[in-house]
């Protein structure tokens, strides 16, 4: 395990970007650092990857065995649903919980987008799920979503807007590709 220090620079996804490329692991992963997430989960997706041969493992509140009663209230569970609906709607690989931000992934394999990925907003699971040109191979693994212990949620207006800037810029880089073939 590394840390960075990350001096003037600011957001969730160029953080993740940068801290996978500064790593030279095969299989990283991404969690938050408030405590929801189930750290012991991690072996179980590390071993997804490398001896199941998935390419993403992801924690996923939303398979049997999941649970999101860690989310702060009814507006935030509404907002998260909303939202995996819309990711739903636009990514060409069937997953439930494409919001999560707790998952393993083949460092190739993200490395290999890193160049498509917008870098903006928290969600970089969907960003790099909606740039990906094979589907990967992705496996949801059940967790229970905790009450965060430390911080406060980043919800709110920018984030939203993010998330939109993120879909859409996703959007035009795929028609600019389908437009190149």
Known sequence: MRGIVRVDRRGLSSAVIE???SSSAPVVAVMDGDMQHDENLLERMADAITVEGYDVAV???HVEGGDNSGLANA???LLSNAGIRIAQYFLPVRITDPMSGFFAVRRDLF????HELSGTGFKILLDMLMVQK???RIIE???VF???QAGESKMGKKVLFQF????SHNLRSRKKRAGNR
């Open 146 to 148: 905790r009450t965060r």
């Open 111 to 114: 490395v290999k987008s890193v």
């Open 19 to 21: 801290g996978i490329l």
């Open 59 to 61: 924690g996923s509140r």
């Open 75 to 77: 507006w935030r569970l």
């Open 141 to 143: 693994l059940p967790f």
């Open 164 to 167: 939109a800037q993120m879909i």
């Open 134 to 136: 094979t589907p990967p």
